[in-house]
């Protein structure tokens, strides 16, 4: 987590840490298909590879305004807190989707990144409507 505090009553950004469970999981669930069914595995085992390298690369941070989403230091996608409309994690017992719905458009994200501050984040910055 990293902070950037212009004045006592700004909201620090916040930079979630990578999760690397989701993305494990298919990796791993991959193997044993492996045996049984080599077809049915390698396309679990490519998305699961893709995850990784998805989590590793992508960086999300919430700041004062909006939800930014990084690839290394560039940023590529900006999303203004005022713009949405509605917010959701799926699954919360093992949370694998995150929903965001803007004015003009719906988002799903996989979780990728630490779930718990994901929430926290989502419920100071943006609470549900």
Not at 57 to 66: D, G, S
Not at 86 to 101: D, E, H, M
Request: aromatic residues 16%.
């Amino acid at each position: 987590m990293t902070s950037a505090a212009s004045s006592p009553t700004s909201t620090p950004t916040v930079e979630l840490s990578p999760s690397y469970i989701l993305p494990l999981g298919f990796i791993f669930a991959a193997l044993p298909l492996l045996l049984i069914q080599k077809w049915v595995a390698l396309p679990i085992e490519l998305f699961g590879l893709f995850l990784f390298v998805q989590a590793v690369t992508l960086r999300l941070q919430f700041t004062e305004t909006a939800l930014d989403i990084y690839r290394s230091e560039r940023r590529i996608r900006h999303f203004p807190y005022q713009e949405w409309q509605n917010w959701r994690i799926f699954w919360t017992k093992l949370p694998i989707l995150f929903y965001f719905k803007e004015v003009n458009s719906i988002h799903f994200l996989p979780i990728l990144f630490d779930p718990k501050m994901l929430e926290t984040c989502l419920q100071e910055r943006c609470p549900k409507l």
